[in-house]
């Protein structure tokens, strides 16, 4: 009982832990396009 309730902690966790990533990973992604766009704007 003990063991199945470390694992769900554990698994919780670690699911909290990867949305995090996701969010971030998304964040960099759309500042990288932003500067795309602002570069090929100065390019004009």
């Not at 003990?2 to 964040?27: A, G, H, P």
């Not at 759309?30 to 795309?36: A, G, M, R, S, V």
């Amino acid at each position: 009982m003990s063991t199945s309730t470390q694992k769900e902690v554990y698994n919780s966790e670690t699911k909290k832990r990867s949305e995090e990533e996701l969010l971030e990973e998304e964040i960099r992604n759309q500042q990288t396009i932003d500067i795309f766009i602002e570069s090929d704007k100065n390019w004009c």
